[in-house]
């Protein structure tokens, strides 16, 4: 299958926002629910939220509510998550996952992943 | 949502079998049979291996199974080899369009 390519890694300051992108393939983009997931160091995976093939629903974790924005655009065939007001326990690994048609409440393929640092 | 519970660490020799399990709740494992399992290995994105509880994605070797009794899923590799050592984690649906991942078992090629 063709992975989605993430965008490269990015160091922010506290209080700051990070919008990371997630390119994947123009067959799928249409019809798929594109997934985020994010790992700290040394840590297990955490679901993030989910925006559905139309681009208007989302679904996020309560944890992050308030602070996550997930958008799609579909010419290019690429989702968006924007995450403010970063600390440092949000420094990690974020990926995206696809969960394509005829495959649901499974992730797969995963992007490569993009590592964001929070540092003063 | 609380993180499914996994085991830390599993051990086999090779050629072994190993199961290990990954607990949650009726809101999540119990209540909806899509249960998925993931490979990862170190500094590489997770893999899909087992979904829907106990099918395999086309190209995952047979040693892989899954299955789920209540709120435990259990993923067994059998025949275990050296390329199966990594960071295995579950995966559940939890209603209402959410997810949760288990806290991750490292599984350990003797």
């Known amino acids: 299958q063709v992975q989605p390519v993430q965008s490269g890694a990015e160091v922010k300051k506290p209080g700051a926002s990070v919008k990371l992108s997630c390119r994947t393939s123009g067959n799928t983009f249409s019809t798929s629910f594109m997934h985020w997931v994010r790992q700290a160091p040394g840590q297990g995976l955490e679901w993030i939220g989910l925006?559905?093939?139309?681009?208007?629903?989302?679904k996020y974790a309560q944890k992050f509510q308030g602070r996550v924005t997930m958008t799609r655009d579909t010419p290019t065939s690429t989702v968006y998550m924007e995450l403010s007001s970063l600390t440092s326990e949000d420094t990690a690994v974020y990926y995206c996952?696809?969960?394509?048609?005829?495959?649901?409440?499974?992730?797969?393929?995963w992007g490569q992943g993009t590592l964001v640092t929070v540092s003063s | 949502q609380s993180a499914l519970t996994q085991p830390a660490s599993v051990s086999g020799s090779p050629g072994q079998s190993i199961t290990f399990s990954c607990t949650g709740t009726?809101?999540?494992?119990?209540?909806?049979?899509?249960v998925s399992w993931y490979r990862q290995h170190p500094g590489k994105a997770p893999q899909l291996m087992i979904y829907d509880v106990s099918y395999r994605p086309s190209g995952v070797s047979d040693r892989f199974s899954g299955s789920k009794s209540g709120n435990t899923a259990s993923l067994t590799i059998s025949g275990l080899q050296a390329e199966d050592e990594a960071d295995y984690y579950c995966?559940?649906?939890?209603?209402?369009?959410?997810?949760?991942f288990g806290t991750g078992t490292k599984v350990t090629v003797l």
């Open positions: 009726t809101g999540d494992v119990g209540g909806y049979d899509y």
């Open positions: 925006i559905n093939p139309n681009g208007i629903n989302t």
């Open positions: 996952a696809e969960e394509r048609t005829g495959s649901y409440k499974r992730f797969d393929p």
């Open positions: 995966s559940s649906f939890a209603g209402s369009s959410s997810y949760v």
